[in-house]
């Protein structure tokens, strides 16, 4: 069965310091990945997404994540947290054979202190 | 560009009544989607429409009901709501490519409470 599952359902930080959220899949087929970014009360804005070219990819707002095949791992990782990354995170993942399904990990809420 | 809008934003209900929550894109795509959010849970898809003219099941479709009504309008009916329906809808839609590397772009959602 095709899944993915975030490791983390809370990650708290401080501002400044690096922001890693861990993400896994599991399929027998090639993956597509994304990243979407929820803010309070708001829809899904995309962060990121893997498409199968170069595995470190590079998003808004200084994020990238890196498409590990061996690990089946996407984690999402930032240098330096900002408050205005407080959000909620999720990873997401698609298949050339769904006809554009979406598959929801739980979502990682990513907290920023001061 | 609006992108995907919604209707309503908010919409309380009692249990057997019925709504219908709107969507539409001003992006030109060919695909649509409805889901619903719940604490823990991440997103799950209640409906598609991969192209006009074509709607499908998605994970968890019981109780609701899906209009394609042109390319950019997709409604999403709920016909006797029930308390487990309470949670926030989303609707999104993406080009459909076929190639399953498509963005989706999501509305604001609408917070709906059955009591």
């Known amino acids: 069965a095709q899944s993915v599952t975030q490791l983390d359902s809370h990650v708290s930080v401080s501002e400044g310091t690096p922001v890693l959220l861990r993400c896994n899949y599991s399929?027998?087929?090639?993956?597509?990945l994304f990243w979407y970014v929820q803010h309070p009360n708001k829809g899904l804005q995309l962060l990121l997404k893997?498409?199968?070219?170069?595995?470190l990819v590079k998003g808004i707002n200084g994020f990238e994540a890196e498409f590990k095949k061996s690990e089946t791992s996407f984690h999402l990782t930032k240098p330096s947290a900002h408050m205005s990354d407080a959000a909620e995170y999720f990873c997401v993942v698609t298949f050339y054979n769904q006809g554009g399904k979406l598959i929801f990990g739980q979502g990682t809420e990513l907290s920023v202190k001061p | 560009n609006a992108g995907v809008t919604q209707t309503p934003k908010f919409q309380v209900l009692k249990t057997g009544q019925s709504m219908t929550l709107q969507c539409a894109q001003d992006?030109?795509?060919?695909?649509m989607y409805w889901y619903r959010q719940d604490p823990g849970m991440g997103l799950r898809l209640i409906y598609y429409?991969?192209?006009?003219?074509?709607?499908d099941k998605g994970e968890v479709p019981n109780g609701y009901n899906v209009s394609r009504l042109n390319k950019r309008e997709f409604s999403l009916r709920l016909e006797s709501a029930a308390p487990s329906q309470t949670s926030v809808y989303f609707c999104?839609?993406?080009?459909?490519?076929?190639?399953?590397?498509?963005?989706?772009?999501f509305g604001p959602g609408t917070r709906l409470t059955v009591l």
């Open positions: 992006m030109n795509h060919n695909s």
């Open positions: 429409s991969a192209s006009e003219g074509t709607t």
């Open positions: 399929s027998s087929y090639s993956p597509s």
């Open positions: 893997y498409t199968s070219a170069a595995t």
């Open positions: 999104a839609s993406s080009e459909f490519s076929g190639l399953g590397t498509d963005t989706q772009y």
